[in-house]
T-cell receptor, first 115, second 115 residues
């Protein structure tokens, strides 16, 4: 596709459930990022992949959060045993360069609500 | 530590007015990039501009202009003759050469342009 695609667009989970959020980056983009955006705030970095390698996961808030990109293309962010504080919009971004100066191309995000 | 501050939470203007969005950043790096992104109601952040720390030349693109001043650690964004379609949340962001691959975002400024 032409842009970054994320699914589902909305997800409602009961506290304690596991969820999986999918990101399909722009074809050929080596870099893939996950960000978390709370209401009224800017995006906060979660993790970064260069191809299939997860080079930085310093932003993942707890060990309940896990991300993978096994074939260097599609990525999945998994949250186990969801808590109310996990409610946020999860944004995926990709970039063609593998450098800190590359602009990010974002998807529309997945809005997660934990009840 | 790196930080981006957008002190204006919300700005409301009438169409055709000029408006400036402020951005102040903190970094210890001498090599870094600054960005502006636009987030319309649809939710997808859109890249607007990138500026590196060695290039203080102001830039103009149509109705948009950016003023980068290292002396005050500011990277302000001006929209001339604003239009209703400019209504969105605007984010200033910073990435550093030694900061890994993460981009640090400000909290955003919500711009309302009234007809």
């Amino acid at each position: 596709g032409a842009g970054v695609s994320q699914s589902p667009r909305y997800k409602v989970a009961k506290r304690g459930q596991d969820v999986a959020l999918r990101c399909d980056p722009i074809s050929g983009h080596v870099s893939l990022f996950w960000y978390q955006q709370a209401l009224g705030q800017g995006p906060e970095f979660l993790t970064y992949f260069q191809n299939e390698a997860q080079l930085d996961k310093s932003g993942l808030p707890s060990d309940r959060f896990f991300a993978e990109r096994p074939e260097g293309s599609v990525s999945t962010l998994k949250i186990q045993r969801t808590q109310q504080e996990d409610s946020a919009v999860y944004l995926c971004a990709s970039s063609g360069g593998g450098s800190y100066n590359s602009p990010l191309h974002f998807g529309n995000g997945t809005r997660l609500t934990v009840t | 530590a790196q930080k981006v501050t957008q002190a204006q939470t919300e700005i409301s203007v009438v169409e055709k007015e000029d408006v400036t969005l402020d951005c102040v950043y903190e970094t210890r790096d001498t090599t870094y990039y600054l960005f502006w992104y636009k987030q319309p109601p649809s939710g997808e952040l859109v890249f607007l501009i990138r500026r590196n720390s060695f290039d203080e030349q102001n830039e103009i693109s149509g109705r948009y202009s950016w003023n980068f001043q290292k002396s005050t650690s500011s990277f302000n964004f001006t929209i001339t003759a604003s239009q209703v379609v400019d209504s969105a949340v605007y984010f200033c962001a910073l990435s550093e050469a030694t900061g890994g691959f993460k981009t640090i975002f400000g909290a955003g400024t919500r711009l309302f342009v009234k007809a």
